[in-house]
């Protein structure tokens, strides 16, 4: 199976702030990374496909890049709905595989 | 837009076999667009995939998990389904169900349920 690892494990940002959080994959996965936003009680919500594609409704101030085995999910200046856990995804190669997850706190 | 969501049981025994549907609304699953699947969350965890559905029945499972479980679909209902046998208190998690982007190939899953906690215990 591919490993996703992701870091950190936990974040503390401020409102306004530009973060940015890196899943490392085992080996490559082209370019198949997504990135989903995690909240208790919530349905995940889809940010980035294909490292990245902003998927339809999701603010500009979320942003992905990276190839092969190195991504990034960048928020450019924090929003109080943003703080949440953010889990990357490789759909390339089954099984599926998710990182562990980053916890996106307020400081 | 289209919306899941997940029904089950909530608390179940060990080695019995738990049962989720996943109604769907504003959209249907007999279209041969999507592809549908069951993902879970353990306490603390990240999230893990279990298995998933195309649109012509062809079904896709976790390795870990394949001896147990079954996804079906049932277009009549609108519905699609998970079973997984044999149950134990490692089974306990948050379980979601999803359906990919519209397309061919590699999908990202862009729609997904609340979640249904499931609890083993004897």
């Known amino acids: 199976d591919i490993q996703m690892t992701q870091s950190p494990s936990t974040l503390s940002a401020s409102v306004g702030d530009r973060v940015t959080i890196t899943c490392r994959a085992s080996q490559t996965i082209d370019i198949y990374l997504a990135w989903y936003q995690l909240k208790p009680g919530k349905a995940p919500k889809l940010l980035i496909y294909r490292a990245s594609a902003l998927e339809s409704g999701v603010p500009s101030r979320f942003s992905g890049s990276g190839s092969g085995t190195e991504f990034t999910l960048t928020i450019s200046s924090l929003q109080p709905d943003d703080f949440a856990t953010y889990s990357c995804q490789q759909y390339n190669i089954s099984p599926i595989t998710f990182g562990q997850g980053t916890r996106l706190e307020i400081k | 837009q289209v919306q899941l969501q997940e029904s089950g049981p909530g608390l179940m025994k060990p080695s019995q076999t738990l049962s989720l549907t996943c109604i769907v609304s504003?959209?249907?699953?007999?279209?041969?667009?999507?592809?549908w699947g069951w993902f879970r969350q353990h306490p603390g965890k990240g999230l893990e995939w279990i298995g998933h559905?195309?649109?012509?029945?062809?079904?896709y499972y976790s390795p870990s998990l394949e001896s147990r479980v079954t996804v079906s679909l049932d277009t009549s209902k609108n519905q699609f389904s998970l079973k997984l046998s044999s149950v134990t208190a490692a089974d306990s998690a948050v379980y979601y169900c999803a359906r990919t982007h519209r397309g061919g190939g590699l999908l990202p899953f862009d729609s997904w349920g609340r979640g249904t906690l499931v609890t083993v215990s004897s």
């Open positions: 559905i195309y649109y012509s029945g062809s079904t």
């Open positions: 504003g959209g249907s699953t007999r279209s041969s667009a999507y592809n």
